[in-house]
């Protein structure tokens, strides 16, 4: 009984210690644009925040190596962005759109793929992602390498105008906020706890009478929809939907944000966004060395912080923080 109460006490200072880390996270990006930060940098690194998120929620959750989880942002992004300019539709409803067209071939393209485990499950992935980037060069609707340009973003519910930039970036705050409080509320669930534990033993957990394909499904279609928020919101804030979504290069880019930043914890994928977007708009001036820097940069991480910027902190803190109290207890004696 001891140790049931003990992890049940260790579980509420960890959602209590994710909530505070939330609160100061939103609080610090809602003043950044009065303290001298680019508001648009910030879109941008919400945006593959997002997008990181979501890939998180199925390869550090749920175990499964997607190579193809551009297809999902990009196709949000052209279905936004040919709602918002073609179709007239507002901003809030061309968002929808994209998320649901990225929630309807999440659905089709994982019923496919959860029927092999492994490298077979992301060689799947990857080839259906370059079937549909080579659609959307062809298809006439996109543009082709051009793109869908000069997406207007309209008034949101038809009162705030999305056209000022502190209003966009607000607006993005709150998406990104209110999606990131999902992906945690998933990941404390009985749904995420299921999911780990298919994660760690997949046999153990048939074994205990769970459907494993159909959680690995709905975890493959909830983070599909997340990426194809991620997409739509993308296009609304830049006003553009490029190939540059769909191609294979954003899908390795997410997962590099995902190791980088720490796959498997929360706080994470948000770091990582962050910095291969930091480092990417500083380091533009160097031309095509800023793909081998991050290259350096992720493979050293990978061999000094396993476990990612976050997974290190995480797992140094809390042996620093009971020295520490050891150190003050003993002092007080």
């Known amino acids: 009984m001891a140790a049931i109460a003990e992890a049940a006490a260790v579980r509420a200072a960890s959602r209590n210690g994710v909530f505070v880390a939330t609160l100061v996270m939103t609080v610090l990006l809602a003043i950044a644009p009065f303290a001298g930060v680019y508001p648009v940098f910030i879109m941008k690194a919400l945006c593959f925040a997002l997008f990181a998120c979501a890939f998180n929620l199925l390869l550090g959750f749920g175990g499964l190596l997607s190579f193809g989880h551009a297809m999902f942002l990009g196709t949000a992004g052209y279905v936004c962005a040919q709602a ?4 007239g539709l507002s901003p809030e409803v061309a968002i929808l759109a994209g998320t649901a067209s990225s929630a309807a071939l999440g659905t089709l393209v994982g019923a496919l793929a959860i029927r092999r485990q ?10 259906i992602a370059q079937m549909m980037y080579f659609f959307y060069v062809q298809a006439p609707f996109t543009h082709g390498e051009d793109g869908i340009q000069a997406v207007p973003r309209g008034h949101l519910f038809g009162v705030i105008d999305l ?4 209003a966009m970036y607000y607006t993005v705050l709150v998406v990104f906020v209110a999606a990131f409080a999902l992906i945690v509320r998933i990941i404390h669930s009985p749904f995420g706890q299921v999911l780990k534990a298919i994660r760690e033993n997949e046999p153990r957990a048939v074994s205990l009478g769970y459907d494993a394909d159909r959680y690995k499904l709905l975890a493959f279609v909830l983070s599909a929809t997340l990426a194809g928020l991620a997409g739509a919101l993308k296009a609304i804030v830049f006003q553009l939907a490029a190939l540059t979504d769909v191609y294979w290069t954003m899908s390795g880019e997410v997962v590099l944000m995902t190791l980088l930043g720490g796959m498997g914890t929360i706080f994470g994928p948000v770091v990582g966004a962050f910095l291969i977007v930091a480092l990417e708009n500083y380091l533009a001036g160097l031309g095509e060395w800023v793909t081998i820097i991050t290259g350096i940069i992720f493979v050293v991480c990978v061999l000094a912080f396993r476990r990612g910027i976050v997974g290190e902190l995480a797992a140094i803190v ?7 109290s050891a150190w003050w207890a003993a002092r007080r004696r």
Not at 119 to 126: H, N, P, S, V
């Open 84 to 87: 918002a300019k073609v179709w």
């Open 118 to 127: 492994g490298i077979y499950f992301a060689m799947i992935t990857l080839a």
């Open 163 to 166: 056209a000022d930039p502190l």
């Open 318 to 324: 809390p042996g620093w923080w009971r020295a520490a």
